[in-house]
């Protein structure tokens, strides 16, 4: 007996950054595959990411090697394994903040910054997916980054990001992953609230 | 009528001449040290006419903040079309990275390692395992977020050269933030203009248009948005006290013309004497501007605005001639009662001078102007008050009767207290007193900031705007000079070092140095010595690359290039020509033969850091800490010393000058007395009612005590005879009150600066005529025998023909 296909699902850019906008944070596992022309294989990086509201997020690397990096509105500081924490220059600094725009969910901001193409899949079964193309709209950035791919995922239980591709201008990729289930950011782990409440975050 | 022809063919020709050729400059840097004075002192100077001063910041927030950065490109774009405007910026320049790349990435490995001694560090990139930890170290960071510009130049740079160079010219960038590509407040949604103009902010006749300009383009820009403009610039103070100062001026000026004009109407029923008093001065002043055309060209407006005030020396010259020949009914011509005042005019006019000559003896170039200006002035009033005026005086109207008896009265009053003459030396007993009481308690106060008045909300709205950035302080600076090129950028390199240690220790937040840019040419080519990129280093290198888990062939554009025979070492004027030379100009100077470096410090507040920074700094050879703030207070404190040092040489000097002329000791005390009592109660004075002695308050005393002079030696010269002392003093009393009306007219201004002057002068003037009868009765002791005179002796003996 052959599959009745379910309706097709729809869902706008719209719908995308209210639900975003309205989001309260999470956290969740990353994978992250960076493909380099100079590598001789593709490296990958397994974390933490924790996303604690506009502007805001945490990242821990914990294989294969361990680093974290945490931005908070104008600041950018990363430590390398032990090694004491250090600011990150402005290029680098602007470069996760428009990073953390894309969290946002404000349009308007997003509208200013890329060109934006929006466009939803439809498949026989819930979620429905959803990849927004972003190119940036200024020389300068574009001078690094050629395209982002965010991609997500949408149901009952609201929208979700699931990954960022970022194709750099010289043609690497580094394509990041949020495995398994997202957590609101008010159950995150405890020892990650550690390192939210001795750098006082709210 | 010949003379008045002949007159008034001269002042056309130099009106002509001043209106054509004379370039009449507000410019404060001229009241700075000049380039003689020492590395700090005249930095001070250089800082003023460099680029610095001329940047401003503009400030636009609207509804939105996307609104305001609308408006902020629109407002730049429109600034950028002006003639007046250097470069105005929204965002960082898209052309640097480019600039910085193609300057530096060829040379990258000239500048890998920054150390003091390069050599350990150079010769781990000669060994396997410095390759290795090198490469491991690059596959971690490309695997790493934000490695973007990094993996860009991977494949030409695994030792990531270039990447610290750019972090370390990035470090010397003011940390502006961005948003969508606009510079915007560090904490806040407005946008921010960078903007440079090609005038010097000092240069009011320029930036004020400019400035209405900005204001306009805003305007324009934002008609259907509530939107701000703020802005920050060193040109809005320059233009707001020039504003305030020429409102002064208007003010000033009318009470100044109504009050003497008043005065002369009363006491000479003619307008023609007031033009005639006024015409020496007048001389003076034309005389002294066209020596200035002819000597350098140009003038400063606080010059202008001092020698116009030489008004007030020079009409007392005047008013002495005119009363003699009016009131004190020798029967003389004008040219015989000139003839007669001859010496006694000269001799005023020469203490004056001497009084003056100390100002030309400083280091700031304004304050010589202003002596070199006076002195000529002076000199030309004078000269023409006894030749020039006399052909001009012909027949003047009598003296009302009442003027007559005024005369008659204030001779014979002063006769009527020849009994208690003695009683006058009371007088510089307590001004001696009172001299030696304020000396000690005086308060003294070189805040250069206290003599300007300027507007707090431009103050309030400049605070904002900075507040904005995150800048370094320009008034607080690292200086190390050199003969030459080599051993400065050495130096420097030194200092750079003491400053990192300082920054680590936290005394200060950073230190935007040329080291960003260049090093030593020594340790340069320490770099290339060591460095052996030869065949066998790229095949080992070829190897490890490939153990550490890069591609094959994955750096072959880094081996192609180290192949190559290098670029030549990058030099400091290759750097000066490169479009990075913007940001290096502001930190090179050259300093009387010598070259200077500038490192711009951030975050020196606290006192003890000042001090541990300057200790720091000083232990570099060659090196110092350069505090802009308080070197200019000191350097006035240091002028306001010497202008009290001047008073007391000059005091001698003019002592010396009345000994030569009358060669008696009674005259010349007599005629030097009421100055030094005027200086000594004024200073007295002024300790009494707290005020703060500056710099200003001791040039006015200096003044005072020239003006002082010549009061004691008209009297003095005048003699006994009724009718002679009576015009003598009626003149002493005209010339007071013209004065007064002309200097004392400055108190009236918001200007600290000119009220402190005119206050002061005000003051001393009267005190001078109060006190100037001190000089006749020191004088009259010596003219004859006590009991042998009484009121309405005639005779009383001759002195008003002292020996020539």
């Given amino acids: 007996m052959a599959t009745v296909p379910k309706p097709i699902a729809s869902i706008t850019l719209q719908e995308v950054m209210e639900g975003l906008a309205s989001s309260p944070g999470f956290q969740a596992a990353f994978e992250e595959h960076t493909e380099r022309a100079v590598f001789a294989e593709t490296q990958v990086l397994r974390g933490t990411f924790i996303l604690a509201g506009p502007g805001e997020f945490l990242r821990v ?43 946002r969910g404000d349009l308007a901001a997003l509208e200013e910054q890329y060109a934006l193409d929006f466009e939803f899949g439809y498949t026989v079964s819930w979620p429905v997916v959803w990849k927004l193309e972003l190119t940036p709209r200024s020389e300068a950035v574009r001078a690094a980054i050629d395209r982002i791919f965010m991609i997500g995922e949408s149901d009952e239980q609201g929208i979700r990001v699931t990954g960022l591709d970022l194709r750099e201008a010289g043609g690497d990729w580094i394509r990041f992953r949020l495995r398994g289930p997202q957590a609101p950011r008010n159950e995150a782990s405890a020892d990650l609230d550690e390192i939210f409440k001795a750098r006082k975050l709210p | 009528m010949k003379a008045w022809v002949g007159l008034l063919l001269l002042v056309t020709g130099a009106v002509f001449v001043l209106t054509s050729h004379l370039d009449v400059r507000g410019d404060i840097t001229h009241f700075l040290p000049d380039e003689q004075a020492g590395t700090a002192r005249s930095l001070s100077r250089s800082l003023a006419t460099s680029e610095l001063p001329r940047a401003m910041v503009l400030s636009v927030s609207a509804e939105t903040p996307a609104e305001a950065r609308r408006i902020a490109r629109e407002l730049a774009a429109e600034m950028r079309a002006n003639e007046e405007v250097a470069w105005a910026r929204t965002g960082p320049d898209p052309e640097l990275p480019a600039a910085l790349f193609d300057l530096y990435f060829p040379r990258r490995h000239d500048f890998l390692c920054d150390e003091p001694d390069p050599t350990p560090c150079l010769q781990r990139f ?53 948003e969508a590509g606009q510079f915007v407040a560090a904490e806040g949604p407005e946008a921010l203009i960078l903007l440079q103009t090609h005038a010097s902010a000092f240069d009011s006749e320029r930036q004020a248009p400019l400035l209405g300009a900005i204001q306009s383009a805003f305007d324009r820009e934002s008609k259907d948005s509530p939107a701000v403009l703020e802005m920050s610039g060193v040109n809005r103070f320059a233009v707001g006290i020039e504003s305030r100062m020429q409102a002064d001026t208007v003010r000033i000026g009318t009470v100044s013309l109504v009050g003497v004009s ?107 102007e202003m002596g070199f200006f006076a002195m000529a002035g002076i000199a030309i009033a004078v000269l023409t008050t006894l030749f020039v005026l006399p052909k001009l005086l012909g027949e003047p109207r009598a003296p009302s009767p009442w003027v007559l008896r005024l005369a008659a009265g204030l001779g014979s009053g002063l006769q009527k207290l020849r009994r208690h003459r003695r009683g006058f030396a009371v007088v510089p007993l307590l001004a001696l007193v009172s001299g030696l009481w304020a000396w000690p308690h005086a308060e003294w106060s070189d805040d250069l900031r206290g003599l300007s008045e300027i507007d707090p909300a431009l103050v309030a709205e400049d605070d904002r705007v900075r507040a904005r950035l995150s800048n370094f302080d320009a008034s607080r600076l690292a200086l190390v000079s050199a003969p030459d090129e080599g051993s400065l950028l050495r130096a420097n390199d030194q200092l750079f070092e003491r400053l990192q240690e300082q920054t680590g220790q936290g005394v200060l937040a950073g230190a935007r140095s040329l080291h960003a840019f260049l090093w030593d040419p020594e340790r340069i080519a320490r770099h290339r010595e060591v460095l052996n990129f030869g065949p066998e280093w790229r095949k080992r290198f070829e190897r490890i690359a490939e153990e550490e888990g890069f591609r094959t062939g994955a750096f072959a554009p880094f081996l192609a290039e180290v192949a190559e025979a290098p670029k030549p070492e990058l030099t400091l004027n290759e750097l000066l020509a490169s479009p990075l030379g913007e940001f290096v100009r502001p930190m090179i100077f050259d300093q009387g033969g010598r070259k200077v470096a500038v490192t711009y410090l951030r975050g020196v ?17 060659g090196a110092e800490l350069f505090d802009q703030r308080a070197l200019i207070d000191g350097m006035f404190g240091e002028f306001r010393a010497t202008t009290l040092r001047q008073m007391g040489v000059g005091s001698l000097l003019v002592v010396a000058v009345l000994a030569l002329r009358y060669r008696r000791v009674r005259p010349t005390l ?40 010549d009061y004691g030696i008209f009297l003095v010269d005048s003699g006994d005879e009724d009718q002679a002392l009576g015009a003598t003093l009626l003149s002493l009393l005209v010339a007071c009150l013209t004065t007064v009306f002309v200097f004392g007219a400055l108190a009236l201004s918001a200007h600290p600066a000119l009220r402190a002057i005119g206050v002061t002068t005000g003051l001393g003037v009267m005190l001078c005529f109060v006190l100037a009868p001190i000089s006749w009765a020191a004088h009259a002791e010596g003219a004859g025998p006590e009991g042998a005179v009484g009121p309405g002796t005639k005779k009383r003996g001759r002195s008003e023909d002292p020996p020539r």
Wanted: charged residues 15%.
């Fill in chain 2, 670 to 709: 007599a005629a030097f007395l009421p100055s030094v009592t005027t200086a000594l109660l004024l200073l007295g004075a002024l300790v009494a009612t707290g005020t703060a002695i500056n710099l200003l308050h001791a040039i006015s005393l200096l003044l005072v005590m020239g003006m002082g002079v």
């Fill in chain 2, 605 to 621: 507040d606290a006192a003890a850091s000042v001090d541990a920074l300057a200790a720091a700094i000083a232990a570099v050879p």
């Fill in chain 1, 61 to 103: 690397t914990d294989s294969p090697i361990r680093h974290w990096m945490w931005l908070s509105g104008e600041r950018l500081v990363m430590a390398d394994g032990n090694a004491p924490e250090v600011e990150a220059d402005r290029e680098v600094l602007r470069f996760f903040q428009e990073f953390a725009l894309l969290w």
């Fill in chain 2, 262 to 368: 008043l005065l002369f109407l009363i006491f000479f029923r003619s307008p023609a004497v007031l033009v005639l008093a006024l015409l020496p001065g007048g001389l003076g002043i034309l005389g002294a501007l066209l020596l200035a055309t002819a000597l350098q060209g140009e003038l400063d407006l606080l010059t202008l605005a001092f020698g116009a005030s030489l008004t007030g020396v020079a009409i007392d010259y005047a008013i002495h001639l005119i009363h003699h020949q009016t009131v004190a009914g020798t029967g003389r011509t004008p040219q015989q009662t000139a003839r007669h005042l001859r010496p006694s005019l000269l001799l005023g006019a020469g203490t004056t001078l001497a009084s003056f000559a100390g100002l030309t003896l400083t280091d700031f170039p304004g304050f010589r």
């Fill in chain 2, 126 to 178: 000669n060994e396997e395992e410095g390759i290795r930890e090198a490469l491991r170290d690059l596959r971690r960071r490309l695997a790493l977020p934000g490695a973007g510009r990094l993996a860009a130049l991977a494949d030409r740079d695994p030792f990531q050269a270039f990447e610290g160079i750019v972090a370390r010219v990035r470090g010397t960038d003011p940390g502006l933030r961005l």
